[in-house]
């Protein structure tokens, strides 16, 4: 960050006050209050959050799940909560650890297999679920982070999934319009982040969390590594900082493996 | 009559150099292992990668890399990563050039239904309706009948659909099929099936010669 | 009266600690050399960076990293690239804290015209209407009349209007300007001016008790 | 690239012939016929190009442009071109050469100024020009890279811009209808990629590039650099192979600086 210092007001440029480069140094931190966006756990980054509210959760199956925001929400015991996730963990582990505390009023996914404590509160009509085609949850993710109210996709034209719901022709083809999401909260895992909150991801562990860490009204991000502002590339940024207001670091992290597939030696 | 891996190694014939491939959970995950030595084919998954590799060697899973039927696998060399919005555009868009899925019924209008049985707990269509809604060349691979003996090719869907007049070609133990404007078409006969049986099995309008080839694999 | 510096710096009093600001080109630029000490802004520059610094020190230019206004400039410890269509997304979402901008015209209902001048080879809007239309918290940074002397705050725009009533304070040579329902309201005076010149030079509706202080810079 | 070998095709998983990791290793090409992006030159990448095509051409002033294909295109000679592009060059570099040999008829950029020979030919009325919002620009090449037909914006509203437009309240708020743009090729420059496509911008060299390359029916990519498949890693990938299906490597880009700027010692 920088500290500007108006030595010479009226020079024709930029002044900056020593002659050192800061292109990509990461050495140099100049300011001695930075901007605190670190908070000390994820109870600390998530004392605010009240139940009712609506809550944004990355990942894709058990593979890239804030599964220290996670822990932290069940021990604050808020409820009555709606969750946009992809999926709905598995009983014991993931957003399935919140279903058995019974905390999740709705769940908005694509997929919500693999969770029998799910399927009971479903049917004897606790919770609610409203079921949405994966890529419509992505883009209805990535136009609230983009500032798009709305966004028009063929997916699920002339199914259920279109009931009720505005459709439109562009080009001979029919298109559902669909909303972008609002959420009081993203909670999203990422595997580096700056403190300015800068974020990076790891292989298919990124999946929905930059979208989600874009689209919250507050955006908390536990990550595995916390670095200095400068040692993550600034090419390689796959969320800007500016989206990011919490950042938690994780420790242990699980990291349960949902389908552990291994290759057949040749016999 | 073929079996899993004979349907799979049918649809592997769809394959030219240079494709890029979503393959769905099951038999369409099958099809990678015939992908024709020497030829360059990526596969995506919708999840967030292009170019997903074999399963890993034990010891090796990483919990951060599965694919879409959420298990552990490897990259190859030249893969990207990316994140979900992403992956469903490069499929919106059409740059996908072959995807295979499974189906409980396929219509002799190319609709399908593979995503909820009314009565059963629905577990949700994950990508299943992005894909078929967007994708150019859809391949369906299933078992020419469900378990009570019914055919899952038919004149329409009884089950709540997942796409509409979307799927391109059919392959089941019994044959490989396309679609005309009366409805299904035979192209090709299983290995000692009959164009009778196969009709008798279709219940779906079909187009039949009665002298379609058995299935080659060249 | 302000110089060009005076009218930035009595700007730069409108940021806050941890602030992301997009400042135009001209007066607002100059903005950048006002932020205190020990502050942390980071600036957001349109064509897809966040953090960044300040001009190279000659030699060290680099044709790849420049800002909005095709300048070389440099980075900061912790900045970020990304396409355009990320950098107006952060825009239309609401996350830049302060923009600061140019105009030619304001309009006493925060209306802004600052892209097109009739009979003029027009140039383009670039990136400024979509700044108007999005950010929470837009500073206009003008002189207060024209070089015919004529009012830039006006009870509406005459020239082709950038965007809607969006406007929040406006920054002249002659003082700081707020907005109530009637029109522009008269928050500060510049050093030795008189709230009867201001009045006189603009065009608009302007509340002013005739009590408004003079610009402290603190 | 892989090549699987079904010798084993009733086992329980996917079979690799051999033991080796192939996990981000670059050392490694199995495939002795590899699927061709590259082209000799960018005369040959875009020899197929007719007279009349809409072209998007990447770039933000002349940062990020690609200028070797530029080049190839005033050599060939095509003529009545709609060019997409945020700027128009200046007069004897970027699009600028372009319009000295009167090969563009239609414009569609955010701004154009800078570029004399572009005015004469405006006033001239030889030349069409539609000038869009950045912001729009930027979402109108990202929605036809993700198969959106429209996005919904606010930029333009009651403006000129919005003239002729489907406008649309959502949330108290007014929107304009943008259609997602159609170009026959887009001509983008990345500062690395692999023979799959995989592409990497440097620094606000980005910009309109990694759209651009994602809208193309055919996109045409020159680079600095050509890398080995695995030399990138795949996490920091800004545009995947599969969007692109021309590459070009170029050799001693010219670079030029629209406005060098420099910082002023302290005196």
Redesign the interface.
């Known amino acids: 960050m920088h500290r500007w210092r108006p030595e010479d007001p009226d020079g024709p440029g930029w002044i900056w006050p020593d002659g050192a480069s800061y292109f990509w140094d990461s050495t140099r931190n100049l300011n001695p209050n930075p901007v605190n966006k670190i908070y000390a756990d994820a109870d600390a980054a998530l004392a605010d959050i009240q139940d009712g509210a609506t809550l944004m959760l990355g990942g894709f199956g058990l593979c890239g799940i804030p599964e220290h925001c996670i822990a932290a929400l069940v021990r604050k015991g808020v409820r009555d909560l709606t969750c946009i996730s992809n999926n709905a963990g598995v009983d014991d582990f993931g957003i399935g650890l919140m279903l058995q505390a019974r905390q999740v009023r709705k769940m908005i996914s694509s997929y919500v297999g693999e969770n029998a404590e799910f399927e009971r509160q479903l049917l004897s009509g606790e919770l609610e679920v409203e079921l949405i085609p994966q890529g419509t949850l992505a883009t209805r993710c990535m136009a609230a982070g983009y500032g798009m109210p709305a966004i028009y996709t063929p997916a699920g034209v002339g199914t259920e999934v279109a009931e009720g719901k505005e459709s439109r022709e562009f080009g001979g083809k029919t298109y559902l319009l669909e909303m972008a999401f609002e959420a009081d909260y993203a909670l999203v895992k990422a595997w580096k982040a700056d403190r300015m909150g800068n974020l990076v991801f790891k292989a298919t562990a990124r999946n929905f969390n930059p979208l989600m860490a874009m689209a919250g009204k507050i955006t908390v991000a536990e990550v595995e590594e916390l670095v200095e502002p400068g040692d993550l590339d600034p090419n390689t940024i796959h969320v800007p900082g500016i989206y990011v207001q919490r950042i938690v670091l994780g420790t242990q992290y699980e990291k349960r493996i949902e389908q552990r597939t291994i290759r057949t030696p040749l016999s | 009559m073929l079996d899993k ?1 004979g349907i ?2 049918t649809i592997a014939r769809e394959l030219k ?2 494709y ?1 491939v979503n393959l769905g959970i099951g038999i369409p995950t ?1 099809v ?4 024709p ?6 596969l ?8 997903m ?6 010891g ?37 050039d072959l995807t295979v899925l499974g189906a409980m019924e396929v219509a002799q209008n190319g ?1 399908i239904a593979n995503w ?1 049985i009314p009565g059963k ?10 894909l078929v ?2 994708a150019r060349n859809i391949v369906v691979a299933m078992q020419h009948v469900n378990k009570a003996g019914e055919s899952k090719l038919l004149p329409r869907c009884t089950l ?5 007049a979307c799927v391109r070609k059919v392959v089941t133990e019994l044959g490989v099929f396309g679609f005309d404007q009366e409805g299904f078409v035979l192209l090709e006969r299983a290995p000692g099936v009959t164009c009778d049986y196969i009709r008798d099995k279709t219940w779906g309008h079909l187009s039949s010669t009665g002298q379609e080839p058995e299935i080659q694999w060249g």
Do not use: C, H
């Open positions: 891996n799979a190694r150099d240079g890029y099958l990678a292992n015939f992908i030595s020497g030829m360059e084919v990526q995506q998954s919708e999840n967030g990668l292009l170019g590799g074999p399963f890993p060697w034990e090796s899973e990483d919990p951060d890399l599965i694919n879409a039927g959420k298990q552990t696998i490897t990259t190859l060399p030249g893969s990207s990563f990316f994140d979900s919005a992403m992956s469903f555009g490069m499929i919106r868009s059409g740059k996908v609709d909820k707990m629905v577990k949700g269509m994950g990508g299943a309706m992005d809604a967007s709540p659909i997942t796409g509409l």
